[in-house]
């Protein structure tokens, strides 16, 4: 992974990412696409022994042809068996009236009492069966006396994923700016950052960074001016600065960045238990799992701000999700000056086959199907972080133990050789593209050999806007961005709600 960059310079570390795993059941073939061409061999035979004459033939090779196109011929990314169940999805979304789903708060009332003229809290509604559901149904923000620096923390429990996620705040250290050497250093330091979660006996199920580019009015920018300027207002310098400020106010962009923390309530069952059980032993350990975080972020060289508190890690998830974000930084005190939204989950969401909407915000979510193909310095991804627009890049990790990593790795390589003995035999070619695979596979076994981590990540970017015109033409942007980035997107066609919590820090994101 070193050598000469393309730049020419001598030792510059690049980094390459191998091809997304693409292994069948029979040689190569997934279990959807065998099943596809063995209903249409099935559906033909039937054909002509149901017609035996010249139609029936006919029927029998369409229905064939048919079946070898749905498994092969790719629409948009995907396969026809692939789009089947999206499709059946977002059907049975629209007839069940999914696709549009109104939050239980303004159903809800309040209770008064006449006598005193007191106001109480809403009574949760009782949810009927057929009732819709909300991708946000099982989420909830709650704070708890957690054990990071005496203070209470925000968690986000998932009773769907089963999940508890705690979030800290990070601030980056102009890493664009920095000479070649100390972009690598930062990067061998996140390294072993991740290195440290991928041990055995781990309780951290996820981790997720989150990088959001959010519109600024330039307040923040002119209060630095304030403080650290050392020219008086009426300088020439000082005003034509001041207008230089004032004229960019309308493209300032602030970047917010995050790393989420999972822990899995089932998969961490004994060392909940061990913390007192329930959701007060998961709330332990998560507290735990983040203070080893914090103290390896700080060592990396990385700015940490800190944890999140629950009004805090309620706003970010609030600015997410609408479309005026507040103008400040969250903070992470436990007790902020402005409480955040007690409920940060919009009011009403409304699924589009190519777009979601929340409240008044309009979303687009990718996925990053292929990263680079060729060798990259760390810097790669320049084009789409400063690309001047409304949107979130997420990437989803997953440690991997070094026990199950050598066991899937063996599997692997076990099903690279058989798949590549039955396509000899049967005469099948093997493109590039298996070769590569199979070259990658080699390569985590050596690396697992020497002791490095493994992990298992996902890529996603969303944009968002205030319309459905001002989203087409981000979604246009952003594209040509990932372009010059290396990057190839996919947008989650049918499936725009859910791949929303993706962007989410909630740990959502891998199978």
């Avoid at 039937?46 to 017609?51: D, M, P």
């Avoid at 061998?188 to 309780?203: D, K």
């Avoid at 996925?367 to 949107?391: A, E, K, M, N």
């Avoid at 440690?399 to 039955?422: K, S, Y």
């Amino acid at each position: 992974m070193t050598g000469p960059g393309a730049d020419g310079e001598p030792g510059r570390v690049r980094y390459h990412f191998p091809p997304l795993e693409r292994r069948g059941v029979i040689a190569g073939w997934r279990g959807g696409q065998v099943a596809a061409v063995a209903c249409g061999l099935v559906l033909a035979v039937l054909a002509i022994r149901s017609r035996p004459s010249l139609s029936g033939v006919v029927i029998a090779v369409a229905l064939v042809g048919a079946s070898v196109a749905l498994a092969f011929w790719p629409v948009a990314g995907r396969t026809g068996e692939q789009w089947l169940p999206v499709l059946v999805r977002w059907a049975r979304a629209g007839v069940t009236g999914r696709r549009v789903v109104v939050g239980p708060g303004p159903g809800s009332g309040h209770r008064v009492g006449l006598r005193r003229g007191q106001f109480g809290p809403p009574d949760p509604p009782p949810t009927p069966r057929a009732a819709a559901t909300s991708v946000f149904d099982g989420l909830r923000v709650v704070r708890s006396d957690g054990t990071v620096d005496s203070g209470g923390i925000g968690m986000v429990e998932d009773d769907r994923a089963r999940t508890v996620t705690a979030v800290l705040a990070v601030r980056g250290h102009s890493f664009a700016l920095l000479g070649s050497a100390d972009q690598d250093a930062r990067v061998a330091a996140w390294a072993r950052v991740l290195a440290s979660l991928a041990r055995e006996g781990s309780a951290v199920h996820r981790l997720q960074w989150i990088e959001t580019c959010l519109p600024d009015d330039g307040r923040a920018v002119r209060a630095h001016l304030d403080r650290h300027g050392v020219l008086g207002s009426s300088e020439p310098a000082a005003v034509s600065y001041r207008s230089l400020l004032e004229e960019s106010a309308p493209v300032t962009r602030r970047h917010r960045v995050q790393v989420a923390v999972s822990v899995h309530r089932r998969r961490s069952a004994r060392a909940v238990r061990a913390a007192g059980g329930g959701a007060g032993g998961a709330a332990v350990v998560l507290a735990r799992e983040v203070a080893a975080v914090h103290r390896a972020l700080v060592a990396a060289d990385l700015a940490v701000v800190g944890v999140l508190g629950r009004d805090s890690l309620a706003r970010v998830l609030a600015d997410a999700l609408r479309s005026a974000p507040t103008a400040e930084h969250p903070r992470v005190d436990a007790e902020p000056a402005v409480a955040g939204p007690a409920d940060p989950w919009p009011m009403a969401t409304g699924a589009r086959w190519e777009s979601v909407r929340t409240d008044g915000a309009w979303h687009a979510v990718y996925w990053i199907s292929d990263w680079p193909r060729v060798d990259v310095h760390p810097d790669f991804l320049g084009p789409l972080l400063f690309t001047p627009l409304r949107r979130t890049l997420s990437v989803v990790l997953e440690p991997i133990d070094p026990v199950r990593a050598a066991r899937q790795v063996a599997q692997a390589r076990t099903a690279g050789l058989a798949d590549g003995e039955l396509r000899r035999r049967n005469g099948f070619l093997s493109s590039a593209r298996h070769a590569r695979e199979h070259a990658s596979v080699e390569d985590r076994d050596v690396e697992l050999a020497e002791g490095h981590a493994q992990f298992r990540f996902s890529g996603y970017v969303g944009v968002t806007a205030g319309s459905e015109s001002e989203l087409a033409a981000a979604c246009a942007a952003v594209e040509q961005a990932a372009g010059q980035a290396r990057i190839e997107l996919r947008r989650l066609y049918g499936q725009q709600d859910a791949a929303l919590l993706c962007l989410l820090p909630l740990g959502r994101g891998l199978s």
